[in-house]
């Protein structure tokens, strides 16, 4: 009898084990007999299938579900502060490259009494100071400064939430000199190409010291016209060329880094970046508008800024009681400049962190008065009135929300079933993935996507759509691949009868993707993405 007992354990634990051999070759090897050539000349419909089943054998391990989903073609991230994309590591680089100080008390860069070309000496910063390079030799002072410039290793405190910490964190790193701006577009652009990604809109805040300063001596007009005008006689127009070249030295720093045209190119030279100009909502109205007017005019300019946004805390006293002013004027200048794109920072407060009363209409404002076209964050939807009539009249205008699942948890402390993320989905409201803020969140997009599986039980569809939904809507010129918006699933007439992604589009074809930056980098996410699911 215990022998036969004995007997059965053995053949139920051999059991387990093919079991567990048998998932792991579902995920790691195609089916039997299966050329390589074969399955690249799979179905769509069945490549996509063996994507599901690997995917569903790998989410039931985080960790083999992070790495099939950091090979995943991802498409775009749309919704990418540059600044608080860059890891606190290499500001501490910067600040010392700088000869910066830093208040060991606050845990903060400041610039020291007096310059130095050959360093800072250890007195020279002042009492309670030291030069930023210390931190390379106090273990104590560099975990510290890690710490205060992300979100590593936070506690919440009385008096200091994830959302004062999070914010605080720009302070406390600013100061270091413009010209690492090409070593921070390095570093993300970079940090994409390692996750399959091939696009980016990082925003961006161009110098705008000489428009506050005129918008201060005009001081505020209701008329949005005649403070234009006033604006652009003063001299606002100079601001153009100070960011048109501050984007240009970047760029050509980047690619330096990347060595782009040369037989060692980095992966990293074929993500394609633009730019979206960031409007400062928490100051005074006059300078609001001048700085909008800024972001317009060099969009207008600039090929590289292809959008306008508006940041800051919306919980801010200045961005509450502002805000429909502020939609105002974004609508008012979007008017005159329609060729610019609009995506505006929406809806990101929750209950708490304002009076229920302000959480009755910041999305739909944005949607109606400020003419967005893309909703950053929208988590404050379901609170706002009608939400449901909001979110059909969002679906049917095509208005995108980027979601960012960490950075609402981590400042709004909203997550899971309390974020709207299945309300949008319910509604068929275009929705894709972003980081927010990568280096104060200490993440990635693959965090992102791994979290949004993790949290909502999605499948490979799902997020193929999302990765689809980033290049559809990005600020890119030119038509869509897709013949209809937001459908995915049909090729526009010239390129309807080809293999999306081929290597060689018809002639019909090539010559419309030609025409099209946009349908370019759609049909360059359709060979990522068939070359993924082929490879599985």
Known sequence: ???????????????????????????????????????????????????????????????????????????????????????????????????????????????????????????????????????????????????????????????????????????????????????????????????????????????????AAIAKEIGWREDFGQLREALLARGLRDDVAVAKTGVNEAEELRAKREHCGQADAAAACNVQVRYICQVLRGFPKEQVFAQTLLCFETASANARFVAVNLVMPEDGYTAMNDYALHMRMVGFLRGLYPKIHVSLHAGEIAPGLVPYEGLCCHVRLAVEEGHAERIGHGVDVMYENHPHALLKEMAAKHVMVEISLTSNDLILGVSGKEHPFLMYKMFGVPMALATDDEGVSRIDLTHEYVRAVESYDLHYADLKRMARTSVEHSFLPGESLWSAPDALTRAVAPCSRDILGAEKPSSGCAAFLKGSERAQQQWELERRLHAFEAQL
Request: net charge neutral; with cysteine.
């Open 1 to 211: 009898m215990n022998s036969s007992k004995n007997g059965l354990r053995r053949m139920l634990h051999w059991r387990g084990l093919c079991d567990i051999l048998v998932a792991s070759l579902a995920f790691t090897w195609p089916a039997a007999g299966q050329t390589k050539a074969a399955r690249s000349s799979a179905t769509p419909a069945s490549l996509e299938q063996r994507a599901e089943a690997n995917l569903k054998v790998a989410r039931e391990n985080p960790l083999q579900l992070r790495q099939f989903l950091l090979k995943m073609p991802k498409g775009g991230d749309l919704h990418n502060h540059l600044s608080g994309a860059v890891y606190a590591e290499s500001w501490i680089r910067a600040g010392a490259e700088d000869h910066l100080c830093v208040d060991v008390a606050k845990l903060a860069f400041t610039k020291p009494p007096a310059a130095s070309s050959g360093g800072v000496e250890q007195n020279a910063c002042g009492e309670g100071k030291v030069p930023a390079e210390t931190a390379f030799k106090d273990q104590k002072l560099y975990d510290a400064l890690v710490d205060a410039f992300s979100m590593r290793g936070f506690v919440p405190s009385p008096g200091v939430t994830g959302h004062d910490h999070f914010f605080d964190t720009f302070s406390k790193f600013g100061g270091t000199d413009h010209r690492h701006t090409g070593e921070w577009i390095d570093e993300v652009a970079t940090r994409a190409a390692a996750q399959n990604e091939q696009y980016l809109e990082l925003m961006h805040t161009p110098d705008f010291s000489h428009t």
